[in-house]
């Protein structure tokens, strides 16, 4: 693919994101406050570091914003004359924010440049291992853009564009969702310690039954509820441990979980 990006911080989640589209990009440059950290994540990718962020701006046609949220502002006041400049000059960069909490609308004021094409994306840690998701918002982005990021993401999973009101619900759900799922992954590891079952074989059971499940769901399209009701034969093991659950409001517990981070996303 003819298109180039910079990523402007080395930590996890940008350095996954890069490795992902170093499948379909090959021009790429990456920047940290922490040079040597760039430096090994450049090594790992096999492409350029740059020495600061006004050069990652001039250089790239995506500008990933891979920092920490309360370093954003800083970030984008250093490189806003960069991208007012590109406007100006018809070679416009599209930016690319995974900043968790940071509204296209504060992105859009810190910068104070009205034409600018600004993308939200908000990634979960699966993408560490090519099967996360990654949410997608923008503003001022022209389709063949939204088209190229999709392509260039898609190797670190799922990718889809939505609303931006709907970030909050996507983090509490996507984002934070992996967290629990481990804590279950764990409880049915235990709850299989306890019955007799050696830990290490407890461990992958439950995470292969946790990973087949979830292909179930999505290779047959049916309704968790139908899957669920075929696997739960009367009188049995599995009608009887659904049972438990509901007497613990299992779903109920798992349903708060998930407006507990959502309320918090909203109230960052």
């Known amino acids: 693919m ?49 020495t600061s962020n006004v050069e990652a701006a ?49 992105i859009n004021t810190m910068l104070n440049i009205s034409e600018q094409a600004i993308v939200r994306i908000m990634p979960n840690t699966p993408v560490l291992v090519s099967e996360g998701v990654v949410a997608l918002a923008s503003f001022n982005a022209k389709e063949e853009d939204i088209k190229t990021l999709t392509a260039i993401l898609s190797a670190a999973g799922i990718v889809d564009c939505v609303d931006e009101s709907y970030i909050d619900a996507v983090t509490a759900l996507s984002g934070s969702g992996p967290a629990f799922v481990y804590m ?57 441990g659904i049972a438990a659950l509901e007497k613990a409001a299992f779903r109920g517990t798992v349903m708060s979980a998930v407006k507990a981070a959502f309320d918090k996303s909203k109230n960052f």
């Open 58 to 106: 001039e250089l790239a046609d995506f500008i990933f914003i891979a920092v920490k949220p309360n370093v954003v502002r800083k970030v984008l006041e250093e490189i806003a004359p960069v991208l007012k400049k590109r406007i100006e000059k018809g070679m416009p960069a599209c930016l690319v924010s995974m900043a968790a909490g940071i509204s296209i609308d504060a």
């Open 2 to 50: 003819n298109k180039s990006i910079a990523c402007i911080g080395s930590g996890n989640m940008g350095t996954a994101l890069m490795k992902a589209a170093a499948k379909t990009i090959k021009t790429m440059y990456l920047t940290d406050s922490d040079a040597e950290k760039a430096e090994a994540a450049a090594k790992e990718l096999g492409v350029r570091t740059v």
């Open 184 to 240: 279950f992954v764990e409880a049915l590891a235990d709850g299989a310690v306890e019955a007799g079952l050696p830990r290490d074989k407890a461990l992958k059971y439950a995470a292969q039954t946790v990973l087949g499940s979830a292909a179930m769901i999505k290779e047959t399209a049916l309704h968790p509820g139908e899957l669920k009701d075929r696997v739960a034969s009367p009188g049995g093991t599995t009608i009887a």
